[in-house]
């Protein structure tokens, strides 16, 4: 199975101000490259930060922000297997589950991984794997 990278635990409660004062600020991006720093995420604004609450807690989404995004490594089918699987079995947390959707997007290419995971056309995992698995041969 595919080693989830641990979060910078030193990091965590300095996000978690950080992402508390950009709620609370009626512009808050003058601390957009804080963010960007904190995160090592250049791509990250504070409009990102500003409605975490719809999908997630405040230490869960920190925890997100600070994985670090997933590089290509060739998996295998039976490696993407075990990772659809997993997610699928709800084996993880938010945001671990989260970076392995990522993993899935960049082994596979498909940019709506989670469509095939969150809602198929079928309860059967082994159908959710077929039909991405399929989708990445064309």
């Known amino acids: 199975m595919i080693q989830i ?5 030193t990091k965590l ?3 978690i101000q950080l992402i508390e004062e950009i709620n609370q600020l009626n512009y808050p991006a003058e601390l ?7 995160t090592g995420k250049t791509d990250i604004c504070f409009q990102d930060v500003l409605n975490y609450w719809e999908w997630a807690e405040l230490e869960a989404f920190a925890r997100s ?4 995004e997933p590089e290509k490594q060739n998996l295998s089918d039976s490696e993407l297997s075990e990772i659809i699987t997993a997610i699928c079995e709800c ?6 589950t989260e970076y392995l959707l990522k ?17 198929p056309e079928t309860d059967e995992i082994s159908e ?11």
Do not use: A, C, W
């Open 91 to 96: 084996r993880y947390s938010e945001p671990e």
């Open 128 to 138: 959710i794997i077929r039909k991405i698995l399929e989708k990445i041969e064309k």
């Open 103 to 119: 993993v899935l997007e960049v082994e596979t290419g498909l940019s709506h991984i989670s469509d095939y995971i969150f809602y």
């Open 32 to 38: 957009e490259k804080q963010l960007q720093n904190l």
């Open 5 to 9: 990278p641990e979060v910078d635990e």
């Open 13 to 15: 409660s300095e996000l």
């Open 65 to 68: 922000l600070l994985m670090p």
